[in-house]
């Protein structure tokens, strides 16, 4: 059945979840060096789609799936429990939709895709405000609760933020304490260099004082925008009603082994919903 099948389930199917498991197992990537995060993310959502479709039965294409699960099978590998205290698993979540829930979804399916009950630490980078409006505080806070929650929950065990200026994670720092005193408070925050050669003065001093740690990035504002996606999935899967998919968020993780600093696992995970409209 091959991409035919595939073109049927996307059909009835309302959310569709894409998983690439490890890159490292992946033989093809090793040998390209994309030039993006972008590229590397386009690159490897389109590979999971055509391996995916490639091995769609008449058995499986039969299936009803409301929530359709888009896997390569043999890249798929869970993090071994006796080795678990060895490494350390991080996350940047990347939001594409405005709804916070999504934060607790993701972290839930990336945490059953590396068969741990926790992870260590997750980087938020919340959906793009419009052009001319500067991110504020009161758009950070409900998705900064969720992370909260997911701390509280003992999903998480430290949550950051990414490309805030000093004005702006000083409020959020200084509110999330203010609110409660069991408030989780940010532990890191990514710069993005391509912005500023250099850490601004006035945020490492601002971090240093409150113990924030500052690290840098080179992801864009948006590394899987609507309109990208929906090319990759009409490029994979002809013919589809790709218009119709909406990405909801995109996460990336890494596994690093603590005591030699080499990345054991790498991949990214991501959820769409059909437009009903």
Not at 15 to 44: F, H, I, M, Y
Not at 94 to 116: M, Y
Not at 149 to 163: E, H, P, Q, Y
Request: net charge negative; proline share 5%.
């Amino acid at each position: 059945m091959g991409t035919d099948g595939a073109r049927a389930l996307l059909e009835r199917a309302g959310t569709l979840t894409l998983q690439t498991g490890n890159l490292l197992n992946w033989g093809c990537l090793r040998k390209k060096c994309p030039a993006t995060p972008s590229e590397e993310v386009r690159d490897c959502v389109q590979k999971t789609l055509t391996e995916w479709s490639s091995k769609i039965g008449p058995d499986l294409d039969q299936q009803i799936q409301d929530i359709l699960e888009c896997t390569v099978a043999q890249a798929v590998e869970k993090i071994n429990p006796d080795e678990r205290e060895e490494l350390k698993v991080s996350a940047k979540l990347f939001l594409v939709g405005s709804n916070p829930s999504s934060i607790r979804d993701a972290i839930d399916l990336a945490c059953s895709a590396l068969g741990v009950a926790q992870l260590d630490s997750v980087i938020i980078a919340p959906p793009p405000v419009e052009d001319g409006t500067t991110l504020s505080l009161e758009y950070l806070q409900p998705y900064w609760q969720e992370l909260e929650n997911l701390v509280r929950n003992r999903k998480v065990v430290a949550i950051g933020t990414s490309d805030l200026d000093k004005t702006q994670l000083e409020q959020l720092y200084l509110w999330a304490q203010a609110i409660c005193y069991f408030q989780v408070k940010p532990s890191s925050n990514q710069v993005n260099l391509a912005s500023c050669c250099v850490m601004p003065p006035d945020l490492t001093a601002f971090a240093k004082q409150f113990d924030i740690q500052l690290l840098t990035h080179n992801d864009p504002k948006e590394l899987l925008c609507e309109a990208s996606f929906q090319e990759v999935l009409q490029e994979s899967i002809q013919n589809t009603k790709a218009h119709e998919w909406i990405p909801l968020w995109l996460l990336r993780y890494s596994v690093i082994v603590k005591s030699r600093g080499i990345i054991k696992s790498k991949g990214y995970i991501m959820q769409a919903k059909k437009n009903a409209s």
